[in-house]
């Protein structure tokens, strides 16, 4: 359930217990943070959308990597052409910093 349904229902959101937890591999998080990421230029439809949708998310850099993430003022996607699912994944990704806000 996304997490602002859970606020407005006042149902507590559920952590699997560390046990069941995919194990993270600091192996992995060393190569992809030690390798460059390259910059993607992205439409510029896409970037004020983007921009326009989270006013308070500052996005200065975006940059070519693996998967979809937000870190700091960097924005990192798969391809400059988003699929509906990445597209999906990336509001996700937005509301998701939004709501920490």
Same mark, same amino acid.
């Given at each position: +359930?996304?997490? $602002?349904?859970?606020?407005?229902?006042?149902?507590? #959101?559920?952590?699997? #217990?560390?046990?069941?937890?995919?194990? #993270?591999? /600091? &192996?992995?998080?060393?190569?992809?943070?030690?390798?460059?990421?390259?910059?993607?230029?992205?439409?510029?439809?896409?970037?004020? /959308?983007?921009?326009?949708?989270?006013?308070?998310? *500052?996005?200065?850099?975006? %940059?070519?990597?693996?998967?979809?993430?937000? !870190?700091? /003022?960097? %924005? *990192?996607?798969?391809?400059?052409?988003?699929?509906?699912? /990445?597209? $999906? !994944?990336?509001?996700? %990704? +937005? &509301?998701?910093?939004?709501?920490?806000?």
């Amino acid at each position: +359930m996304h997490p $602002r349904y859970a606020a407005i229902f006042g149902i507590e #959101n559920l952590e699997l #217990n560390q046990h069941y937890r995919p194990k #993270n591999t /600091d &192996s992995t998080l060393a190569v992809s943070q030690s390798t460059p990421a390259e910059p993607l230029a992205l439409s510029k439809q896409l970037l004020s /959308d983007i921009r326009f949708s989270a006013p308070s998310l *500052t996005i200065n850099h975006v %940059l070519k990597g693996a998967d979809i993430q937000l !870190a700091d /003022d960097k %924005l *990192t996607l798969p391809t400059s052409q988003l699929s509906a699912s /990445d597209k $999906r !994944a990336l509001w996700a %990704l +937005m &509301s998701t910093h939004l709501d920490k806000l």
